[in-house]
Nanobody
Framework: VQLQASGGGLVQTGGSLRLSCAAS????????VGWFRQTPVKEREFVAT??????YYADSVKGRFTISRENAKNTVYLQMNSLKPEDTAVYYC????????????????WGRGTQVTVSS
């Protein structure tokens, strides 16, 4: 499955953004999907994931971010509210067959990242 993330941008602290991840190729509904983020000084970090076994969030985004999907459109979303400067990163979507995972090494399908910058 091929993935393409979009929706990043510059937003002020407290603002919102919605990232989209469009998938093509295989039957996307059979895949678990995840969002990760990375900065130049940190390893790729888990943000959120959803699949047949549930929905999970990193503690740092719980209550502020929401992952969802529209299988009919082969699209996954990440709604980000109450954004903070520490949310600034390149955000990546990923997919894997089977159950969800918090570990980026478990994902074999990645899209190009989209930059999110939160100004203070």
């Amino acid at each position: 499955v091929q993935l393409q993330a979009s929706g990043g941008g510059l937003v002020q602290t407290g603002g919102s953004l919605r990232l989209s991840c469009a998938a093509s190729g295989r039957t996307f509904s059979n895949y678990a999907v995840g969002w990760f983020r990375q900065t130049p000084v940190k390893e790729r970090e888990f943000v959120a994931t959803m699949g047949w076994n549930g929905i999970y969030y990193a503690d740092s985004v719980k209550g502020r971010f929401t992952i969802s999907r529209e299988n009919a459109k082969n699209t996954v979303y990440l709604q980000m509210n109450s954004l903070k400067p520490e949310d600034t990163a390149v955000y990546y979507c990923a997919a894997r067959p089977g159950a969800t995972s918090r570990y980026f090494t478990d994902y074999g399908n990645w899209g190009r990242g989209t930059q999110v910058t939160v100004s203070s």
